[in-house]
């Protein structure tokens, strides 16, 4: 079965700071892999997804995260955050075949102050 | 509209009482499954659903039970609600058919029992 861990359960940065938020997966097989970020009051959303090809992907607001196969990590960056940064982040992975169960971290609440 | 609808997004019961969750969709993806969210756990999944006709337990399923009632439409009870289930419940959906593109996930319920 999948694992996911995120290691900083919360994180306090200052505006302009660079941000890098660490994700482990324990997995045998392929799998896909996600962030999510939940604003506060919010439903989850789709910060950024790797399927397959480049391991360095590009989401929304300035987000990356690089897929690192031999460690498997996912983590989870960008150069300067603002303070509408602030949320809980999520890394999530599921198999590629089979079940599609998606897996959870238990999420890296990050505070940004102006 | 939301392409995932959750009713009702808030709601306070007493212990005891039998609550119903819904969830409708209009993605018109075949799997649709219930996730509940603790501070520090992450998301946790309670039930999952393949089609209609297919629903298996998640991790969490004590104390809950769901209908699939049409592709569009699954729905999450607590048949005696106690305090412990106090969360916030997410339905989310996904299309076997790809795979590949994460979950769309509801704007959740937020429940409490008092």
């Known amino acids: 079965a999948q694992s996911v861990s995120q290691h900083n359960h919360h994180v306090i940065l200052s505006e302009a700071a660079s941000l890098e938020l660490g994700c482990n997966y324990s997995?045998?097989?392929?799998?896909?892999l996600f962030w999510y970020v939940q604003y506060p009051g919010q439903h989850l959303q789709l910060l950024l997804k790797?399927?397959?090809?480049?391991?360095l992907v590009k989401g929304i607001k300035g987000f990356e995260a690089e897929f690192i196969k031999s460690k498997f990590s996912f983590n989870l960056r960008k150069p300067s955050v603002q303070w509408s940064d602030t949320a809980e982040y999520f890394c999530?992975?599921?198999?590629?075949?089979?079940?599609?169960?998606?897996?959870f971290g238990t999420g890296t609440r990050l505070l940004v102050s102006p | 509209d939301a392409d995932v609808t959750q009713t009702p997004r808030n709601r306070i019961t007493k212990t005891g009482k039998r609550i119903m969750l819904e969830c409708s969709q209009t993605?018109?993806?075949?799997?649709m499954y219930w996730y509940r969210q603790d501070p520090g756990l992450g998301l946790r999944l309670i039930y999952y659903?393949?089609?209609?006709?297919?629903?298996n337990k998640g991790e969490i399923s004590d104390g809950y039970s769901v209908s699939r009632q049409a592709q569009a439409k699954f729905s999450l009870s607590l048949e005696s609600a106690i305090p412990n289930q106090t969360a916030l419940y997410f339905c989310?959906?996904?299309?076997?058919?790809?795979?590949?593109?994460?979950?769309?996930f509801g704007s959740g319920t937020r429940l409490t029992v008092v």
């Open positions: 989310a959906t996904s299309d076997s058919r790809t795979g590949r593109y994460g979950y769309t």
């Open positions: 997995y045998g097989g392929t799998v896909n």
């Open positions: 790797y399927f397959s090809g480049d391991p």
């Open positions: 999530a992975v599921n198999a590629r075949t089979g079940f599609q169960k998606l897996v």
């Open positions: 993605k018109g993806h075949d799997r």
């Open positions: 659903s393949f089609d209609v006709k297919d629903i």
